[in-house]
Nanobody
Framework: QVHIVESGGGLVQPGESLRLSCVASGFTFSIYTMSWYRQAPGKEREFVASISSTGGSTNYADSVKGRFTISRDNAKNTAYLQMNSLKPEDTAVYYC?????????WGQGTQVTVSS
């Protein structure tokens, strides 16, 4: 059975940092592309960042380039999103997604709130 669990969200002030984790089980993690998406209240879910199965290739939304870093540890079946210099507009539920060919698995999300 597939499980994807995000953690690490919380309430922080503008300029602070958070590190999200995404722990996966039930599938061969090392062959899946891992991505982070986010959804703010009243808005559609949007792409944040992705990392290839080996970690050799990453992509970022323009809005987070230079501030967020995606990484993975295939030995731990875990993907990470390091978020620095957080802004109020980064407030959203952050979701982890695993994808390989036609298979897509989502986690339940973790709330990130950036507010003074």
């Amino acid at each position: 059975q597939v499980h994807i669990v995000e953690s690490g969200g919380g309430l922080v002030q503008p300029g602070e940092s958070l590190r999200l984790s995404c722990v996966a089980s039930g599938f061969t993690f090392s062959i899946y592309t891992m991505s982070w998406y986010r959804q703010a209240p009243g808005k559609e879910r949007e792409f944040v960042a992705s990392i290839s199965s080996t970690g050799g290739s990453t992509n970022y939304a323009d809005s987070v380039k230079g501030r967020f870093t995606i990484s993975r540890d295939n030995a731990k079946n875990t993907a990470y999103l390091q978020m620095n210099s957080l802004k109020p507009e980064d407030t959203a539920v952050y979701y982890c997604k695993a994808s390989h060919t036609w298979f897509n698995y989502w986690g339940q999300g973790t709330q990130v709130t950036v507010s003074s």
